[in-house]
């Protein structure tokens, strides 16, 4: 049903993985991702895959893709230039970078983040201490939790007539992840709009060992936007990793494994995330 880009060798995402800045031009949209790939070899799985992936898609759908570990880059005059922002596996801790972000949205540009890029959790080393971000622009609030280990899920397609899910089935499988699930209640804010959740049918989901990471019902958003903004924010991007065995911390999964996320993501680029 989807094109699938095709998988690029391990050496590939090595030499990404250690390039600070990774540059794919082209004419149309103009994409800036941030990460940090320092914490959780999942996380740095996914951002070494991700950066290969878009560098791949930039080139066949013709959109222009920098990454950067640089988050000073985060700055009124670094943004002008780009149509979209992505983050890949963390958010901004400095509070000039924070408002060079948030003026940029308030003013019509961009923004897709992954998985990690919502986290917040109180005490933590990611504290909720930036309110605009995580209640307002994401809705999302505090962590409350998330499955283990990582696994497909079933996704429901909850808006099957927008434009990013044309030729989509009612359900489809998603690659491995670890689903998070949130403080607020996302259904009762008016201004987002839940464009993925996990089916009834994905449950359980998870395989423990700890019976509290093992979903047997519930509600649970994976992929949504905030109408005030153009915005998209994705769950997905955190890797199954082989921790227990020699040689450790091998890549079980790939995020780029469906094609329909994939889809969607092209889509949402292309269209810079837009209304």
Excluded at 28 to 38: E, P, Q, R, T
């Amino acid at each position: 049903m989807f094109q699938k880009l095709s998988t690029l060798p391990t050496a590939a995402f090595i030499m990404i993985a250690i390039i600070c800045s990774s540059v794919a031009q082209g004419k149309g949209v103009k994409v800036l991702a941030f990460y940090s790939a320092k914490n959780d070899q999942a996380h740095i799985s996914f951002v070494t895959e991700a950066n290969a992936w878009l560098l791949e898609a930039a080139r066949k759908y013709g959109f222009s893709y920098r990454s950067t570990n640089n988050w000073s880059m985060l700055n009124r005059d670094s943004l002008r230039n780009y149509n979209l922002i992505m983050f890949l596996d963390a958010r901004p801790e400095d509070a000039a970078q924070r408002a060079a972000f948030q003026q940029y949205m308030e003013q019509g540009g961009a923004w897709i983040g992954f998985h990690f890029a919502a986290f917040a959790l109180s005490p933590s080393a990611y504290p909720e201490n930036w309110p605009w971000y995580h209640k307002q622009f994401l809705g999302s609030g505090e962590y409350a939790g998330n499955t283990w280990r990582p696994v497909p899920a079933t996704l429901r397609v909850e808006q099957p007539k927008h434009r990013y899910f044309k030729g989509f089935p009612a359900t489809f499988k998603s690659s491995a992840n670890e689903w998070y699930k949130w403080k607020n209640d996302l259904r009762k804010n008016n201004d987002i709009e839940v464009l993925l959740s996990v089916d009834q049918s994905s449950f359980p989901l998870g395989t423990g060992p700890k019976q509290h990471e093992i979903w047997h019902e519930g509600d649970y958003p994976v992929v949504w936007r905030n109408k005030k903004y153009r915005m998209l924010y994705i769950n997905m991007g955190h890797n199954d990793i082989d921790y227990e065995h020699a040689p450790h911390n091998k890549s079980l999964s790939s995020t780029f494994s469906s094609a329909e996320q994939n889809a969607l993501l092209i889509r949402a680029i292309q269209r810079r995330a837009g209304k």
